[in-house]
């Protein structure tokens, strides 16, 4: 689905418009949609980086409702004794 549109669908529910005041500015949602590869992984401080410092605290909290949403998924990293194995 079109990652402009399915902004268009989450913010037209029901439970979502409830919430619209505080929910992060449409432009900043599909930045980060923009950021996070389609197939793939993008590590929560490469995709922060790629964001104005001003708008990072947003940015953070905007991952954490597209995760919600289910339009990304959020992959804990491997601690230093996985990766080692």
Known sequence: ???SLLLVRFRSLEMVGAMRAVLP???LTERILVI???KG?????DLLAQIAP???NIAARAVVWLA???AITIIP???P???AR
Do not use: I
């Not at 992984?41 to 401080?45: A, I, N, P």
């Open 41 to 45: 992984s993008v590590t929560l401080h």
């Open 81 to 83: 004794r996985r990766q």
């Open 25 to 27: 500015p449409e432009p």
């Open 54 to 56: 001003e708008h990072r």
């Open 68 to 70: 919600k949403m289910g």
């Open 1 to 3: 689905m079109d990652k």
């Open 36 to 38: 996070v590869p389609e």
């Open 77 to 79: 990293p491997l601690s």
